[in-house]
């Protein structure tokens, strides 16, 4: 006797499978398909059958839908019962959330390790920002305070440092959208069952990056705009 899930009956080409003949044997049941392998998989044809009588070298298994109110004694009923009738068999107990942790523990791990070097990433490129921006406010400073006197409002001389290096921001980002498109999908094509990339994310994406610029590189603008032209020319 045979149990086939929806895929199977499908790949054969069957409307119904119920009493058809099959291997050795009959159908006697047709499930709704289910995951039995890892999740990034497609559910493939599937048929179960009981293990004959002269062959009990092969274990199978039995799947329980528990209540967690009390795990201990209901595991420990069933390890009696299973003893009772069926002594020769193994008892080993597997709970579904363990089994799907470990299972995509390396996913989760990856995970941990990308967020950690994109922070990473983050604090040099906006070091690297603060250094550039602080170099530029040195060697324009005679230039600063010109503007200044000729009348440079804070806003003009924060915008005039600012738009370079905002400017490279943009350009950046324009050639990191096509890169991380294709490496994402390359990376979701091992899933069968994925996400579709929106574009809001990569809108998000930039907003962010080029805030983060603005904020590392407003800060020395800033304070190279309201700094006396005076005493900037003076030392100059």
């Known amino acids: 006797k045979y ?4 895929s ?8 119904s499978a119920l009493g058809k003949q099959f291997r050795d044997g009959q159908v006697i049941g047709v499930v709704k398909d289910f995951h039995f392998q890892p999740l990034d998989l497609n559910i493939e044809p599937l048929f179960m059958t009981l293990h004959s009588e002269s062959n009990r070298s092969r274990f199978g298994r039995i799947a329980f839908k528990l209540q967690m109110d009390d795990v201990e ?8 019962t299973m003893s009772n009738l069926v002594p020769q068999y193994p008892f080993d107990v597997q709970f579904m959330d363990e089994a799907y942790n470990q299972m995509y523990e390396s996913e989760q791990r990856f995970g941990k390790a ?8 983050l604090f040099i490129a906006c070091m690297g920002l603060f250094g550039l921006i602080s170099h530029q406010v040195v060697q324009r400073t005679k230039e600063i305070g010109i503007r200044k006197v000729l009348g440079a409002s804070i806003n003009n001389v924060v915008v005039l440092l600012s738009k370079d290096f905002l400017r490279l921001t943009l350009i950046a980002f324009v050639i990191a959208i096509p890169i991380t498109y294709y490496a994402m999908n390359q990376w979701l094509e091992n899933f069968a069952y994925r996400i ?9 994406t930039g907003v962010g990056a080029i805030g983060i610029a603005l904020l590392t590189v407003s800060f020395q603008s800033l304070k190279a705009a309201i700094a006396n032209p005076i005493k900037a020319l003076r030392n100059e």
């Open 196 to 204: 579709h990339i929106s574009w809001w994310v990569f809108v998000l």
């Open 114 to 121: 990308f967020n950690v070097f994109t922070l990473l990433a």
């Open 3 to 6: 149990i086939l899930n929806e």
């Open 8 to 15: 199977a009956v499908k790949a054969i080409g069957w409307e």
């Open 73 to 80: 004694n209901t595991v420990a009923h069933i390890q009696s």
